[in-house]
T-cell receptor, first 119, second 117 residues
Framework: AQKITQTQPGMFVQEKEAVTLDCTYD???????LFWYKQPSSGEMIFLIY??????QNATEGRYSLNFQKARKSANLVISASQLGDSAMYFC????????????????FGAGTRLAVHP | DTEVTQTPKHLVMGMTNKKSLKCEQH?????MYWYKQKAKKPPELMFV???????INESVPSRFSPECPNSSLLNLHLHALQPEDSALYLC????????????????FGPGTRLTVL
């Protein structure tokens, strides 16, 4: 069974500093995809970044980068130059490759990390 | 247009009421999803539609009835709900439902906050 672990229930960071949110995963499938989503208090899940298991380089999207360490099965999100608007819940998710052989997409989410950015 | 819209934003209903949640996307996506999210918990998948056909039902109670009238619309019909069904209901869409190596990210709507009295 696939599993996503986020061990940090809450994190604090000073504005303009960088912060790393941890995510480890467990899967026996050689092909998988990892996602990070941001959920502000308004409720909408906002896609941030994606890393495929076969991608040779770490994914980057603006201030977001993913520290992908395949051997350690970790996919940590790094947010550089934090802004007050980054305060939100952050979810790491993994796409389940197969579902009883049907092959349909299913996202498995971690428990989330609540990030608070202080001025 | 990269937006998924959901109506209503908030819904309060009694246990004997019948109500519906609506979701719409105009990105040409062929897969649509319903998730349930309890407070301080991650979203949990309920249903997946692929090409307007129900592909996955995660053993959801029959008091939740999904419907996909066309490729842009997804409804969730609610009947005889329980107070424990109070949650944020999120709709999402993606280009396709079948897995491949590509990104195929899911775009989420803002959700409907449901309270069952």
């Amino acid at each position: 069974a696939q599993k996503i672990t986020q061990t940090q229930p809450g994190m604090f960071v000073q504005e303009k500093e960088a912060v790393t949110l941890d995510c480890t995963y467990d899967t026996s499938d050689p092909s998988y995809g990892l996602f990070w989503y941001k959920q502000p208090s308004s409720g909408e899940m906002i896609f941030l970044i994606y890393q495929g298991s076969y991608d040779q380089q770490n994914a980057t999207e603006g201030r977001y980068s993913l520290n992908f360490q395949k051997a350690r099965k970790s996919a940590n999100l790094v947010i550089s130059a934090s802004q007050l608007g980054d305060s939100a819940m952050y979810f790491c998710a993994m796409r389940e490759v197969s579902l009883a052989g049907s092959g349909y997409n299913k996202l498995i989410f971690g428990a989330g990390t609540r990030l608070a950015v202080h001025p | 247009d990269t937006e998924v819209t959901q109506t209503p934003k908030h819904l309060v209903m009694g246990m004997t009421n019948k109500k519906s949640l609506k979701c719409e996307q105009h990105m040409g996506h062929r897969a649509m999803y319903w998730y349930k999210q309890k407070a301080k918990k991650p979203p949990e998948l309920m249903f997946v539609y692929s090409y307007e056909k129900l592909s996955i039902n995660e053993s959801v109670p029959s008091r939740f009835s999904p419907e996909c009238p066309n490729s842009s619309l997804l409804n969730l019909h609610l009947h005889a709900l329980q107070p424990e069904d109070s949650a944020l209901y999120l709709c999402a869409s993606s280009q396709k439902a079948l897995w491949d190596r590509g990104n195929n990210e899911q775009f989420f709507g803002p959700g409907t906050r449901l309270t069952v009295l």
